[in-house]
């Protein structure tokens, strides 16, 4: 059975980076996109960005500029950074495996998700 | 590029169908058959029920179903359970530009 697992700081200071790192287990990252989607508090789901187990990335073009994704595939990793964080990036971040195809959103497996905080 | 629309809530007595749209545009939902649904409890992790329109993941309740039509995906629960409240997204892909875009979201609530 695949689990996703997000780790990172719980608290980030408005203007600094939020960075996560999703450790797969139970199964290979190769062959898959993975991606990043986020919750704010009390509302719906965005989807932030994806890495593929290659290395290339595709993100939201609303948040294109202030993200970066990156895989390391010996350690079973997928990572994520989003750059000058205002209130507003406050969300549940959940980890999650996508299809082997750029353009299908299939869902499968989901983190438990880790809630990020900005403020100072 | 905007969230695809969804009625905020839709509620039903047990054992009744309900059905919840997810009307989107001709360069999304209307163009490609690839809608998937997701359904999650509070405080949990979504769960794909759904995906490419109507088809189900193995383990999903054939009670749930999806279909399409024009720019409008829906999810059709049948024989509705109190386990089945909880809060349904729909998503699609948008094209090569904005790739992944979800529903609004809908809170289904057992009578």
């Known amino acids: 059975q695949v689990q996703l697992q997000e780790s990172g700081p719980g608290l980030v200071k408005p203007s600094e980076t939020l960075s996560l790192t999703c450790t797969v287990s139970g199964g290979s990252i190769s062959n898959y996109y993975w991606s990043w989607i986020r919750q704010p508090p009390e509302k719906g789901l965005e989807w932030i960005g994806f890495v593929y187990y290659s290395g290339s990335t595709t993100y939201n073009p609303s948040l294109k500029t202030r993200v970066t994704m990156s895989v390391d595939t010996s350690r079973n990793q997928f990572s994520l950074n989003l750059y000058s964080v205002t209130a507003a990036d406050t969300a549940v971040y959940h980890c999650?495996?996508?299809?082997?195809?750029?353009?299908?959103?299939?869902?499968?497996?989901w983190g438990q998700g880790t809630l990020v905080t900005v403020s100072s | 590029q905007s969230a695809l629309t969804q009625p905020a809530s839709v509620s039903g007595s047990p054992g009744q169908s309900i059905t919840i749209s997810c009307t989107g545009t001709?360069?999304?939902?209307?163009?490609?058959?690839?809608v998937s649904w997701y359904q999650q409890h509070p405080g949990k992790a979504p769960k794909l029920m759904i995906f490419e329109v109507s088809e189900r993941p193995s383990g999903v309740s054939n009670r749930f179903s999806g279909a399409k039509s024009g720019n409008t995906a829906s999810l059709t629960i049948s024989g509705l359970q109190a386990e089945d409240e909880a809060d349904y997204y729909c998503c699609s892909y948008a094209g090569i530009s904005t790739i992944y875009v979800f529903g609004t979201g809908t809170k289904v609530t057992v009578l």
């Open positions: 001709s360069s999304d939902v209307g163009y490609y058959n690839l």
């Open positions: 999650v495996r996508g299809a082997t195809t750029l353009i299908n959103p299939f869902f499968d497996y």
